[in-house]
């Protein structure tokens, strides 16, 4: 079974640039998570979808952030314009879902994006 | 918010058995208890998981007493191969309530 699938792996942009990340989830999984974590942290959840609704976006920092699930499935994060306290790891995570029971809470995550603002 | 307090860090030789604590205070009826292992430059990985009591699987066990303020990650006979970076999730994944929150993590030092 394929995994979580994250584009890029790495970006370097400077501040005021924006950027973009990709996000293809496993297959069937209705839950889509985007976290960042910055280095020496836990990861913090910005947003997380239900199939094409969002569920929780309460720490998404929405002036600068956005995030949209296609047909619920793909995610895209864009960050517009960054500054330099976005250097993080972006992780993407799936799950089933909340309606399939505990089995629908373990999240798969990806492998994460680093990305460097300077 | 679950705000969830963990040691920074700990030590343990080969063989032995490990207890990592997790105290969640505020943790709600919704909430359900995850814990995530990370290695470096990866993302987390699913672990074990529970609502109440004990839990098990092939690579750990879950203790959680009845007022559920706190759980225990206990590992069985740690290998080098488990160092790593243990994460407790508190939360309720359906968003009515307590938001999924990471703690800062314990940092698991296995030594041969």
């Known amino acids: 079974e394929a995994g979580v699938a994250q584009s890029p792996r790495y970006k370097i942009i400077e501040k005021r640039q924006s950027v973009a990340f990709w996000c293809n989830p496993i297959?069937?999984?209705?839950?889509l998570y985007w976290y960042q974590q910055i280095l020496g942290q836990g990861p913090k959840l910005l947003i997380q979808?239900?199939?094409?609704?969002?569920?929780?976006d309460s720490q998404l920092p929405k002036d600068r952030f956005s995030a949209e699930r296609l047909k619920g499935v793909d995610s895209t994060l864009k960050i517009q314009p960054a500054k330099l306290e976005d250097s993080a790891v972006y992780l993407c995570a799936s799950s089933l879902g909340r309606d399939r029971g505990l089995l629908g809470y373990e999240q798969y995550f990806g492998p994460g994006t680093r990305l460097t603002v300077t | 918010l679950a705000k969830t307090t963990q040691p920074i860090s700990m030590d343990s030789y080969e063989g032995q058995e490990v207890n990592i604590t997790c105290s969640h205070n505020?943790?709600?009826?919704?909430?359900?208890i995850t814990w995530y292992q990370q290695f470096p430059s990866q993302g987390p990985r699913f672990i074990i998981q529970?609502?109440?009591t004990k839990v098990t699987n092939e690579v750990a066990s879950l203790f959680i007493p009845a007022d559920r303020k706190s759980s225990t990650l206990s590992l069985p006979r740690v290998s080098l191969s488990d160092t790593a970076v243990y994460y407790c999730?508190?939360?309720?994944?359906?968003?009515?309530?307590?938001?999924?929150?990471f703690g800062t993590g314990t940092l698991l030092a296995v030594q041969p």
């Open positions: 979808f239900q199939n094409n609704g969002v569920v929780d």
């Open positions: 505020n943790i709600a009826t919704n909430d359900y």
């Open positions: 529970g609502y109440k």
């Open positions: 999730l508190v939360g309720d994944h359906g968003g009515a309530t307590n938001k999924l929150i």
């Open positions: 297959s069937g999984h209705a839950t």
